[in-house]
């Protein structure tokens, strides 16, 4: 299988929960209200799952989305790699349960678990499956129901996450592309963003249940002063293996984690909030979807046109960070 040149995502797709929760919703269930949640997150509404929707079921609604859009067929995909960290189940991986929804026998499939920057680390090792000629046609989701992990008694994490999916076909294209990916984690930083028990260090127990160690629990200080920094080191740096700079965005697709976030790193990287894309007003903080999700709808827009300078960033558990600069 001979090599491309460049390698980029020709089909998007979109995949969201038909329930809509407030912050007026939120406020009958904790001390808050509407106000508070506004001007602290930028966040009014977000997409909860029902008992049916799980990442695998949202999953496979944006893989077909995204084949539709792109015009390939589904056995021609050759590798799934499904970002989430609300997986299924612990095994199969998400992206086996999603290969066999939308009808797909061949496929490599695997997960990636990098929280809300899992779209960009996804899409980093589709991109080099495809740029190596190893594949012909990735599909890379991005899915989480992070809603069935979140204390919905705790004020600081239950107004800040909603569900989706995203999803993109990548492959060989003959102009513009994927043009630099930067990765990068600070694992000493981890304990600041985590879901303590679950896993082998501390499996299900009557214990670990009733202390709510199953949930998401979040240093929202130290996650805050560490995302407005790594916003815009990461973006800059992958702009630079770009051989460009923060003059050159046409549009910057965010992590919609949190207004205040977003507004503080497009100030350091002197970018008017005009060139932002911005949707976590409607769906809160979707984890590793939510920066696909963004992508899409910034095209659906017309925000994104051909030949504009994309850039895509986003932070997680782990810590971590992802970059990436594309020509549409």
Request: with cysteine.
């Amino acid at each position: 299988m001979s090599s491309p040149k460049r390698v980029g995502i020709i089909g998007l797709g979109v995949a969201l929960p038909e329930r809509r929760v407030t912050n007026h919703d939120i406020a009958k269930a904790v001390e808050t209200d509407d106000e508070w949640i506004r001007t602290r997150t930028g966040i009014e509404e977000r997409r909860i799952a029902g008992d049916g929707e799980t990442s695998s079921v949202l999953g496979a609604k944006a893989a077909q989305a995204a084949l539709a859009d792109a015009g390939v067929a589904v056995e021609d995909i050759d590798l799934i790699v499904v970002a989430t960290t609300t997986s299924d189940m612990l095994f199969p991986s998400t992206a086996c349960v999603i290969q066999h929804r939308i009808g797909n026998t061949k496929a490599g499939c695997f997960d990636v678990s990098a929280a809300c920057a899992g779209f960009v680390y996804a899409l980093s090792v589709a991109h080099q499956f495809v740029l190596s000629g190893q594949s012909r046609c990735a599909l890379v989701i991005g899915a989480e129901v992070l809603s069935k992990f979140v204390n919905w008694k705790d004020r600081g994490t239950c107004i800040l996450f909603g569900d989706g999916a995203g999803a993109a076909v990548v492959a060989p294209v003959e102009r513009g592309g994927i043009e630099s990916i930067y990765l990068g984690a600070d694992g000493a930083a981890g304990k600041f963003l985590k879901i303590p028990a679950g896993g082998s260090l501390m499996p299900p127990t009557h214990e670990t249940v009733d202390q709510g160690l199953h949930y998401v629990q979040m240093d929202g200080k130290e996650v805050f002063k560490f995302a407005v920094r790594i916003m815009g080191d990461a973006a800059e740096e992958a702009l630079r293996r770009a051989g460009k700079t923060f003059a050159d965005i046409d549009c910057l697709v965010p992590h919609q984690a949190n207004i205040r976030i977003i507004q503080a790193a497009a100030d350091r990287m002197k970018l008017p909030i005009e060139k932002v894309y911005l949707n976590v007003s409607r769906y809160g903080n979707m984890s590793s979807a939510s920066t696909i999700v963004a992508l899409a709808e910034a095209v659906r827009d017309g925000k994104i046109k051909r030949g504009d300078t994309v850039v895509l960033v986003a932070f997680g558990a782990g810590l971590v960070w992802g970059s990436c600069v594309l020509e549409w």
